[in-house]
């Protein structure tokens, strides 16, 4: 079993940054991809970015500039840097791995509000 914590949601000013962090813990070796989804009112759930075991991103065109994953093994953190914030950005933020089996494990979540 993984566990994911998430932390580092708030409120911040439209331009503002923000750093989110996602904790794995348990049985962490089986963990391929760690990334970053939202989800806001009435949207469906998307990918922000993702990074491999190797350190490959995958950004979406939204984020792209603005957005920077990044992990420390050591820590067994996943890190989301994010700058120059949008409203638009407004969602709930979550860390999602992928283990063996393609297993998927989610954190609780934690909410991101962008204010104009």
């Known amino acids: 079993q993984v566990q994911l914590v998430e932390s580092g949601g708030g409120l911040v000013q439209a331009g503002g940054s923000l750093r989110l962090s996602c904790a794995a813990s348990g049985s962490i070796f089986s963990i391929n991809v760690m990334g970053w989804y939202r989800q806001a009112p009435g949207k469906q759930r998307e990918l922000v970015a993702s990074i491999t075991s190797g350190g490959s991103t995958n950004y979406a065109d939204s984020v792209k500039g603005r957005f920077t994953i990044s992990r420390d093994n050591a820590k067994n953190t996943v890190y989301l840097q994010m700058n120059s914030l949008k409203p638009e950005d407004t969602a709930v933020y979550y860390c999602?791995?992928?283990?063996?089996?393609?297993?998927?494990?989610w954190g609780q979540g934690t909410q991101v509000t962008v204010s104009s």
């Open positions: 999602k791995g992928v283990g063996a089996a393609a297993r998927v494990y």
